[in-house]
């Protein structure tokens, strides 16, 4: 089965790091995604990783993909209030036929001055 | 400049009266999406197109229906609208590339109220 879940909340300060979790159920999963939602907006694709690798990093952002845990992590270094928003994990189940995203139940980040 | 482009942004209707929303892309994607999100919830997948053809998902009510009349266009059409398909709705396209990423762009949403 599908299931995704992250936690829902979490305050930081400016310039700190932001750690921001997820675990999934599905072991069959080939791809996993970071997706960023501002207020009132549609969904931006931060980042992915195979479920190949263990690590990606890209500029501020680090993911760490634990799959024997099934646990997924995102990164955020130096956050600023710019990145206030609701981060969702996704999964791509394998063999769909085409990019089936299972989101998680999203996670608010809060960044404070 | 946009890309996928959600119209309206913001939608008020009657329980029970029949509701479109519209969705347009210029990239020129062969697949496009429509996704539920209710409040404080994951967005949630109700069907797709890969080009012409439609693909529903199972949990997906009746109450839904889509058409693509062209490449850029695609709409959701709310049959008989309830107080529980208040949501925001989300259009998302992808090239449709197989065996390897790929990657969706949504649009801003639209926002509906069902009074």
């Known amino acids: 089965g599908e299931d995704v879940e992250q936690s829902l909340f979490l305050s930081v300060r400016e310039g700190d790091s932001s750690v921001i979790n997820c675990t999934y159920t599905d072991s069959s999963s080939t791809y996993l995604y970071w997706y960023k939602q501002e207020p009132g907006a549609g969904l931006q694709l931060l980042t992915y990783i195979f479920s190949n690798m263990d690590m990606k990093q890209d500029q501020r952002l680090t993911v760490l993909l634990n799959k024997k845990d099934k646990h997924l992590s995102l990164r955020i270094a130096d956050t600023q209030t710019g990145d206030s928003a609701i981060y969702f994990c996704?999964?791509?189940?394998?063999?769909?036929?085409?990019?089936?995203?299972?989101f998680g139940t999203g996670t608010r980040l809060l960044v404070s001055p | 400049d946009a890309m996928v482009i959600q119209n309206p942004r913001y939608q008020v209707t009657q329980f029970g009266k029949p509701v479109t929303l519209s969705c347009s892309q210029t990239?020129?994607?062969?697949?496009m999406y429509w996704y539920q999100q209710k409040s404080s919830q994951a967005p949630k997948l109700l069907f797709h197109y890969y080009d012409k053809d439609f693909n529903n998902e199972a949990d997906t009510p009746d109450n839904f229906q889509s058409r693509r009349p062209n490449t850029s266009f695609c709409f959701l059409d709310i049959r008989s609208p309830g107080l529980g398909d208040a949501a925001m709705y989300l259009c998302?396209?992808?090239?449709?590339?197989?065996?390897?990423?790929?990657?969706?762009?949504f649009g801003p949403g639209t926002r509906l109220t069902v009074l």
């Open positions: 998302a396209t992808s090239r449709g590339l197989a065996g390897r990423t790929d990657t969706q762009y």
């Open positions: 990239l020129n994607h062969n697949v």
């Open positions: 996704a999964e791509t189940p394998e063999n769909t036929g085409f990019q089936k995203l299972v």
